[in-house]
């Protein structure tokens, strides 16, 4: 494993306390690590940041951002301009409030940090991280973090003060679908099945039950290829079957993934099913089978006098 480094050093203010503290990203990435090339004879594909229109290379040190003004205008700012902004000279993580953890909704949430303590005794850190664990809230900070000021929210994760960066409001896309306007109508019984399915499907969660499928056959490919070997052999597939008309009817969709999950069959009990499903039942009565039943008895009646006289005749 990496060991971990520091990416940011500083204090975090707690009203008249300053808790010295070093910034550790809290993730890191397990892809594979890959390079492009000319996929005819896998020469490597370099990039250089060359002039537009020319082919003169400029030095990284040498570039700078264009940004456009309100009215149009290209404004360039440079490394020191940028470094002259006052949020960049604050090494504090200033805590504005607490909040209950419940009204951060998830979807604002963006990438973790751990909180070490920076100063030679971990008194303040630990009293901090104590106290904020017991109220059961989460703090709201903002903090400075390469070149750009953060919302983060922090808390208590395996005896370690964790700092989750959190997006601003207009970051956070309002969701307008046209499709949800005019909802369809849900049926007592599919909500009544879907729940319990749900219920089948409930539990715990435990990360280390979860596993990075793409990688691992990403991983698999890449072996055989370099074997020379099929790292996925083709399965034949059995088409008889059609799965549209299968799940066409949702209820009974459900009703099989109930079942399917070990649940208890309900296919037996249908007298909570709609009245759709109960009209068929209804409309053949067992008094209009009888009538069809004694005509077919009195056909073969009429034919045995027949069968005699011929029988008279031959004699």
Do not use: C
């Not at 990435?29 to 004879?41: I, L, N």
Request: charged residues 30%; proline residues 7%; aromatic residues 6%.
């Amino acid at each position: 494993m990496i060991p971990m480094r520091s990416i940011w050093k500083g204090d975090l203010s707690f009203g008249l306390v300053n808790v010295p503290v070093k910034v550790y990203s809290a993730t890191e990435s397990h892809d594979r690590t890959s390079h492009q090339v000319d996929a005819k004879d896998g020469t490597r594909i370099r990039y250089r940041k060359v002039r537009e229109g020319t082919d003169t290379e400029v030095e990284f040190s040498d570039i700078a951002n264009a940004y456009e003004s309100d009215s149009g205008e290209t404004v360039i700012l440079t490394k020191s301009d940028l470094a002259e902004l006052p949020v960049q000279k604050s090494p504090e993580i200033s805590i504005t409030g607490f909040v209950p953890r419940e009204q951060i909704d998830p979807i604002y949430y963006d990438k973790p940090y751990y909180l070490e303590p920076a100063s030679k005794s971990p008194k303040a850190y630990v009293l901090l991280r104590q106290a904020l664990a017991d109220s059961d809230r989460v703090a709201v900070v903002t903090f400075t973090l390469r070149n750009r000021t953060r919302l983060a929210a922090l808390r208590v994760v395996d005896n370690v003060m964790t700092l989750q960066t959190l997006l601003w409001p207009d970051e956070v896309r309002k969701a307008e679908f046209p499709a949800l306007e005019d909802e369809p109508t849900i049926r007592p019984q599919e909500l009544e099945m879907a729940q319990s399915l749900i219920d089948t499907m409930a539990g715990d969660f435990d990360p280390s039950e979860y596993e990075d499928t793409y990688q691992l056959e990403l991983s698999k490919l890449i072996e055989a290829k370099a074997e020379g070997t099929e790292a996925f052999p083709t399965a034949e597939t059995d088409d008889s079957g059609d799965d549209d008309s299968e799940v066409a009817d949702l209820l009974a969709a459900l009703r099989a993934s109930v079942k399917n999950r070990g649940g208890p069959d309900t296919s037996a009990s249908d007298d909570s099913g709609s009245d759709e499903e109960k009209t068929p039942a209804k409309k053949a009565p067992a008094a209009k089978a009888a009538p069809r039943k004694t005509a077919a008895k009195k056909a073969p009646a009429k034919k045995a006098p027949a069968k005699k006289a011929a029988a008279k005749k031959s004699a």
